[in-house]
């Protein structure tokens, strides 16, 4: 499990490298995404940081964040498996290299699903915990996924033609992508979340090992991250 672990940390590590080249990219365009992306460095940083407590709190705490992340990781790799299968993406045309990045990304989160959960299982078994954080995981990260999509379309330079109202998401526009298997759509959401809750639940339930891995060795994102 030690090895798992570093190798998660170093996958993230990874993953936060290439997030610091498409920020830089997005401002470079005219987009600056530093207002946003500071609200997530104190939500993560901050609100979620380490806490000055006792000993036996301090332990206590830690185990709740590795359940908190359990459960994001929940969410990443259900949608990581979604995005390598998404024949909607291919048909939509997107640019090869943007495709090839957010496939990249979610071949690494379905090949690490079990680790953060694996983790937290050996520390805390009880239930209680494990479903009272993705209570808490999953309406969170709805709630930054529209807040990052409102930021996004309120401040995209090519977008300021636009009407007000018409750079604001809707939901109708989410239900649209959907159909259009560009995103997925809202039953799926609901089930694959809701799966987390199964007593029976894995992370190794959500997507194929041999898959992730397969594209990992083919990608050109991949490749280039490991030179």
Known sequence: MRDDVAGF??????HSQSHAGVLEHLKKQGLDPTPFTSQMEWVFFRLLGPRPFTARRKENYLIERLALIAAIEHITAFLGDWVLNAKGLDRANPHPTMLDLLRWHGSEEVEHRSVAYDLMRYFDKRESRRLRTQLV???AIVYLWVRGTRFLMANDPELAQWAPHRRKPHLSDYLAAGRRGVLPGPRELAVRMGRYFS???????EGSTAQAVAYLASSPAAQAAVR
Not at 199 to 205: A, L
């Open 137 to 139: 995981a999953t309406p």
């Open 199 to 205: 007593r029976s639940y894995h992370p190794s339930q």
């Open 9 to 14: 940390i170093g996958q993230e590590a990874m």
